[in-house]
């Protein structure tokens, strides 16, 4: 089955995209994408394929994830998503553990976000302290994705008006160097904001003098313009 799912892709595969793709998630010597290769499949064929292949065990995905194709890595995580969402309470551990072993290989961020909230945040959403302390082991990672992963899971928790540990991680992250990091913290206060933007102006008055810029302008992109400037312009 393994087979046959890289030979669809293999069908899929489009030059003048993967050259496109390449260039877009910065897989040039020293940038974070570096060493990947694209086939320049599109995500709609991919969410496509995942669902034919829905029944490929861990053992076959983990061959998807250990690839540095990147199609592969992300029809993989779609596959595991879709695995999930019909999993009893045991597989979904099972599941969740694959995921943590796998950081390393979801090393972009389309992988990141198209992933960690449904598995590593839903997983999370009704467990205790205990069990959501790897959030903060992650955040705390030398590995950029790993933030980038603490973060991009609490979006499960804002989605069910539970914002405190997004604003905790958010902490964490505030001076982390790289401006992935900056733009997920960002976004995900946005979202805080979206629901609850009292929640979010009681972060930003604490920080925002100074939280990256990035990270800033992200948080505030949707503030009417009077409610905006007063950030941007201390």
Avoid at 77 to 102: G, M, R, S, V, W
Wanted: hydrophobic share 40%.
């Amino acid at each position: 089955m393994l087979i046959s799912l890289q030979q669809d892709l293999a069908k899929l595969a489009d030059a003048e995209k993967a050259e496109l793709y390449a260039k877009f998630f910065k897989t040039g010597k020293g940038e974070y994408g570096e060493g990947d290769k694209f086939l320049g499949i599109v995500v709609p064929e991919q969410r496509e394929a995942a669902k034919k292949y829905s029944k490929l065990s861990l053992s076959e995905l983990q061959q998807l994830l250990s690839s540095n194709i990147h199609e592969y890595r992300l029809t993989a995580l779609f596959i595991l998503i879709n695995k999930y969402q019909k999993a009893t309470e045991t597989e979904k551990k099972e599941l969740f553990d694959f995921y943590l072993k796998n950081t390393k290989n979801i090393n972009n961020w389309d992988l990141v976000d198209s992933s960690a909230p449904y598995i590593v945040g839903d997983y999370l959403l009704d467990k205790g302290d205990t069990k959501k302390s790897i959030l903060y082991q992650l955040a705390k990672s030398v590995n950029l994705w790993e933030r980038r992963i603490a973060i991009l899971s609490t979006q499960a928790f804002i989605r069910k008006e539970q914002f405190d540990d997004t604003l905790k991680i958010a902490e964490i992250l505030l001076n982390d160097n790289h401006d992935l990091i900056h733009k997920a913290v960002g976004w995900m206060l946005r979202e805080i904001g979206n629901r609850n933007q009292e929640v979010e102006e009681e972060f930003l008055k604490k920080h925002y003098t100074t939280m990256p810029r990035t990270m800033l302008r992200y948080a505030i992109e949707k503030f009417e313009e009077n409610k905006r400037k007063p950030y941007l312009y201390f």
